[in-house]
């Protein structure tokens, strides 16, 4: 076999191959580093690839792993727990991606790159590590988000030595990723240009972005002129710089500049290649980024092979290096690459974890209870009821609040509506909807909408989130009561003094409000850059603030109905309850810190 040198990891040998040159059907080479146990052997492989460098990733060998809001937390250090993975007698393989780290090659774009798709290279790469004389000709990969995402696409082209994956935390549909209901989110600005607790992508000079490679320098003038169009756009310092100087953040300015979903996005979409995937998928993320989880359950239905989907516990991020759900994983690879007989394929395909009733529900399909949309209306005071409001809005007189843009103050105007406390458990299981009567005076705002999970003793769980630009409320044929979708394939401006009906998509979650405790939706136009959920997140995981002052009334009254569409199940709360019962004297449960919920 090649030569290898030795290290010593804690304790535990390990052979590490270093600077492997991989080629690629068109010549071009790619980088890896391969680590195994230092017996001379064959043995089957899981490979990892990313923009983001190799040897971040060897980081794993040496840093303890650091959860949120550790400031030693890097989010790209996400291939794995190499020193486990050569334990368990695996070769972990680690790439760098054409154009990235020290591999050859252009990126230009996202999921493409040099002319060709990631997906191609993976093939080759994959096929390549079969034919090792340390290699036994079975691979699988590994890694979380981007590491995820690439798992997909690989898995799409079919390589013939590819036999499972397991996937945790992918993002799939990348319109979605980087819009929320059309609204920014910059947390993948981080992750292209290394902020906020990212170091970002392994820079290279063939790092390219496809808008430049694609326009004329006169068209593309023209595009950045109309994007700074947007008055969010303007206001915000970093866009105007990427806008202005795009070869200095080439991959974050082609997110920037394509704004609406369509073919940009869609050739990039690891969901609509899925059907193309025969081999076993293993689905797993976290509740608490409900957007990953929504193209998640929608990139499951649409496998065709074996497959599960593994909905874990609150909060949201994993630990740097990435180093959870290794054991699932190996149970996994035990069974469809060595041959082993795990148990894993005895058990149920769906399993997730219900947060307050800390249970674990299973079954074969998603959801994985039968459930009932009921609808909880907003009404006078700042309450949520089972009942709608009867009277019109000369009595029943809008909520309204004022956000000034940041430039003049940081503090966010939020609204919110409670149901009195839970009598019994009631739990909730799925997507949901939230629509909003409002009248802004503005022809554009965003609408933030968070569910929370209060206990009597003050303490409160994020469940789940909702985005919308008031510009792209339009809706498609998909929608289903609770299961709005919007195409956001073009914006259409609001009429100043006009009530519109804006519908939001609530993200997937899973929660039994535990008797004693409420739900509270809060509305805004923003978010606050630092509270419970939020701290929990890298630094610029926010969204897009709106960057002109507006006025916004929400209207809920007898012909305005706003409401929340909520999917319960077995358990519906009694008529009325959710207003005006109160919990039993003796039931109430004290509620646990939002740290101690989340182990």
Same mark, same amino acid.
């Given at each position: 076999?090649?030569?290898?040198?030795?290290?010593?990891?804690?304790?535990?040998?390990?052979?590490?191959?270093?600077?492997?040159?991989?080629?690629?059907?068109?010549?071009?080479?790619?980088?890896?580093?391969?680590?195994?146990?230092?017996?001379?052997?064959?043995?089957?492989?899981?490979?990892?690839?990313?923009?983001?460098?190799?040897?971040?990733?060897?980081?794993?060998?040496?840093?303890?792993?650091?959860?949120?809001?550790?400031?030693?937390?890097?989010?790209?250090?996400?291939?794995?727990?190499?020193?486990?993975?050569?334990?368990?007698?695996?070769?972990?393989?680690?790439?760098?991606?054409?154009?990235?780290?020290?591999?050859?090659?252009?990126?230009?774009?996202?999921?493409?790159?040099?002319?060709?798709? *990631?997906?191609?290279?993976?093939?080759?790469?994959?096929?390549?590590?079969?034919?090792?004389?340390?290699?036994?000709?079975?691979?699988?990969?590994?890694?979380?988000?981007?590491?995820?995402?690439?798992?997909?696409?690989?898995?799409?082209?079919?390589?013939?030595?590819?036999?499972?994956?397991?996937?945790?935390?992918?993002?799939?549909?990348?319109?979605?990723?980087?819009?929320?209901?059309?609204?920014?989110?910059? /947390?993948?600005?981080?992750? $292209?240009?290394? $902020?906020?607790?990212?170091?970002?992508?392994?820079?290279?000079?063939? !790092?390219?972005? $496809?808008?430049?490679?694609?326009?004329?320098?006169?068209?593309?003038?023209?595009? !950045?002129?109309?994007?700074?169009?947007?008055?969010?756009?303007?206001?915000?310092?970093?866009?105007?710089?990427?806008?202005?100087?795009?070869?200095?953040?080439?991959?974050?300015?082609?997110?920037?500049?394509?704004?609406?979903?369509?073919?940009?996005?869609?050739?990039?979409?690891?969901?609509?290649?899925?059907?193309?995937?025969?081999?076993?998928?293993?689905?797993?993320?976290?509740?608490?980024?409900?957007?990953?989880?929504?193209?998640?359950?929608? *990139?499951?239905?649409?496998?065709?092979?074996?497959?599960?989907?593994?909905?874990?516990?609150?909060?949201?991020?994993?630990?740097?290096?990435?180093?959870?759900?290794?054991?699932?994983?190996?149970?996994?690879?035990?069974?469809?690459?060595?041959?082993?007989?795990?148990?894993? /394929?005895?058990?149920?395909?769906?399993?997730?974890?219900?947060?307050?009733?800390?249970?674990?529900?299973?079954?074969?399909?998603?959801?994985?209870?039968?459930?009932?949309?009921?609808?909880?209306?907003?009404?006078?005071?700042?309450?949520?009821?089972?009942?709608?409001?009867?009277?019109?809005?000369?009595?029943?007189?809008?909520?309204?609040?004022?956000?000034?843009?940041?430039?003049?103050?940081?503090?966010?105007?939020?609204?919110?509506?409670?149901?009195?406390?839970?009598?019994?458990?009631?739990?909730?299981?799925?997507?949901?909807?939230?629509?909003?009567?409002?009248?802004?005076?503005?022809?554009?705002?965003?609408?933030?909408?968070?569910?929370?999970?209060?206990?009597?003793?003050?303490?409160?769980?994020?469940?789940?989130?909702?985005?919308?630009?008031?510009?792209?409320?339009?809706?498609?044929?998909?929608?289903?009561?609770?299961?709005?979708?919007?195409?956001?394939?073009?914006?259409?401006?609001?009429?100043?003094?006009?009530?519109?009906?804006?519908?939001?998509?609530?993200?997937?979650?899973?929660?039994?409000?535990?008797?004693?405790?409420?739900?509270?939706?809060?509305?805004?136009?923003?978010?606050?850059?630092?509270?419970?959920?939020?701290?929990?997140?890298?630094?610029?995981?926010?969204? *897009?603030?709106?960057?002109?002052?507006?006025?916004?009334?929400?209207?809920?009254?007898?012909?305005?109905?706003? $409401?929340?569409?909520?999917?319960?199940?077995?358990?519906?709360?009694?008529?009325?309850?959710?207003?005006?019962?109160?919990?039993?004297?003796?039931?109430?449960?004290?509620?646990?810190?939002?740290?101690?919920?989340?182990?």
């Amino acid at each position: 076999m090649n030569e290898y040198q030795t290290i010593d990891a804690g304790g535990q040998k390990i052979a590490v191959r270093k600077d492997l040159r991989v080629p690629m059907r068109d010549g071009v080479e790619l980088a890896a580093d391969a680590y195994h146990g230092t017996e001379d052997r064959p043995r089957p492989a899981l490979v990892a690839l990313s923009p983001y460098g190799k040897e971040l990733q060897a980081l794993a060998l040496t840093t303890p792993p650091q959860r949120r809001p550790s400031p030693m937390w890097d989010g790209c250090i996400e291939a794995g727990d190499i020193a486990r993975i050569v334990k368990e007698d695996y070769v972990h393989v680690i790439g760098d991606l054409r154009g990235s780290g020290h591999s050859g090659g252009e990126h230009i774009g996202n999921y493409n790159a040099g002319g060709v798709s *990631l997906g191609q290279d993976a093939y080759d790469f994959i096929e390549w590590v079969a034919e090792q004389p340390w290699c036994d000709g079975n691979v699988g990969m590994v890694g979380i988000s981007y590491f995820g995402s690439m798992q997909v696409l690989a898995a799409a082209e079919r390589p013939p030595h590819l036999k499972a994956i397991f996937v945790s935390g992918g993002h799939y549909d990348f319109y979605e990723t980087t819009y929320h209901g059309g609204i920014m989110w910059f /947390m993948p600005r981080a992750a $292209r240009e290394g $902020r906020g607790g990212d170091s970002g992508w392994a820079f290279t000079d063939g !790092v390219k972005s $496809r808008m430049i490679e694609k326009y004329s320098p006169g068209e593309l003038k023209k595009l !950045v002129a109309q994007r700074l169009e947007d008055p969010d756009v303007a206001a915000w310092p970093n866009l105007v710089h990427v806008l202005n100087y795009p070869k200095n953040h080439e991959a974050w300015f082609d997110i920037v500049m394509n704004e609406l979903d369509g073919d940009w996005y869609e050739e990039r979409n690891p969901i609509t290649l899925a059907p193309n995937i025969d081999i076993p998928v293993w689905l797993q993320l976290d509740q608490g980024r409900g957007w990953t989880l929504d193209g998640t359950i929608e *990139l499951f239905n649409e496998l065709k092979g074996p497959k599960k989907l593994d909905i874990g516990p609150y909060p949201p991020m994993q630990s740097r290096p990435f180093i959870e759900e290794h054991d699932k994983m190996f149970r996994w690879y035990d069974y469809w690459i060595k041959g082993i007989d795990s148990g894993v /394929m005895d058990e149920p395909a769906v399993s997730v974890f219900v947060e307050g009733s800390r249970e674990v529900v299973t079954a074969e399909a998603w959801p994985p209870k039968d459930i009932k949309y009921t609808s909880l209306y907003l009404r006078p005071r700042h309450k949520l009821s089972t009942e709608p409001e009867l009277m019109g809005a000369e009595y029943a007189a809008p909520d309204g609040f004022y956000q000034a843009p940041l430039t003049v103050t940081d503090k966010v105007e939020i609204l919110s509506w409670s149901t009195e406390p839970f009598e019994e458990d009631t739990e909730l299981i799925g997507a949901g909807a939230a629509h909003i009567f409002a009248e802004i005076d503005q022809p554009d705002t965003n609408f933030i909408l968070r569910l929370w999970d209060y206990a009597p003793n003050g303490k409160r769980q994020l469940i789940t989130s909702g985005y919308l630009k008031a510009s792209h409320r339009e809706l498609d044929g998909r929608t289903t009561e609770g299961n709005p979708y919007h195409p956001h394939t073009r914006s259409m401006p609001v009429e100043p003094g006009t009530i519109e009906e804006y519908v939001l998509r609530l993200y997937p979650f899973a929660n039994t409000f535990k008797p004693g405790h409420k739900l509270t939706v809060e509305l805004s136009n923003g978010e606050p850059l630092a509270d419970e959920h939020n701290s929990l997140l890298p630094p610029d995981a926010f969204h *897009l603030p709106v960057g002109r002052p507006v006025t916004h009334k929400i209207y809920r009254d007898a012909a305005h109905q706003s $409401r929340l569409v909520l999917p319960f199940t077995s358990r519906q709360p009694a008529e009325g309850q959710a207003a005006e019962g109160q919990a039993a004297e003796g039931q109430a449960a004290e509620g646990q810190p939002a740290e101690d919920q989340a182990h």
